[in-house]
């Protein structure tokens, strides 16, 4: 089968020139976790949005990279079954603000904020652990997230 992706903008923001290089990324990184069927949507969206979504679902008053919520949901159509795998946000505003903590650059970052995402999307989780500079992840999501991103190192968003 295949998997469905699609990508949209927080209202009244600009789509970056790498916009329509997100959806091919996006499948290729499903793809390469053995997803199949899925559909999930992505809004590239800024920190005053992400902040507000983090509040609401979470009860934290501060923006974040990166925010997944899982649906679950099934249903048929003509094509076959699919799961609603759920919702990214990402935040462009904190896209840079981590790729110089990181010491990459965007595409790199980018890359990882949507696996990130995905993983989160189908159930799995790292609980406290996050990555960090120069520490190698112990859990089983972030060494299944940095696997996958070592697989897809030569692939590009933005170009």
């Known amino acids: ?7 949209s903008m927080y209202e009244g923001m ?3 020139a790498w916009f329509d290089n997100l959806e091919d990324f996006a499948r290729t990184a499903l793809n390469a976790l053995g997803y199949d069927g899925e559909e999930i949507s992505i809004l590239l969206c800024n920190d005053e949005y992400i902040r507000q ?15 997944s919520f ?3 949901e099934e249903y048929d159509d003509e094509e076959g079954h699919w799961k609603c795998a759920g919702d990214i946000a990402i935040s462009l505003d ?5 790729a110089r903590y990181f010491e990459v650059d965007s595409d790199s970052e980018l890359k990882r904020l949507l696996v990130h995402g995905i993983l989160h999307l189908n159930g799995l989780d790292h609980g406290e652990e996050h990555i960090e500079k120069g520490i190698e992840p112990s859990c089983e999501m972030l060494k299944i997230q940095e696997e996958v991103l070592l697989k897809l190192k030569d692939e590009k968003i933005i170009k």
């Not at 904190?94 to 981590?98: A, E």
Request: glycine fraction near 4%.
């Open 94 to 98: 904190m896209l840079p603000v981590n």
């Open 14 to 16: 600009e789509p970056p």
């Open 53 to 67: 979504l983090n509040n609401s679902y979470r009860g934290i008053d501060s923006p974040t990279d990166v925010l």
């Open 70 to 72: 899982e649906n679950d």
């Open 1 to 7: 089968m295949a998997n469905r992706i699609l990508v």
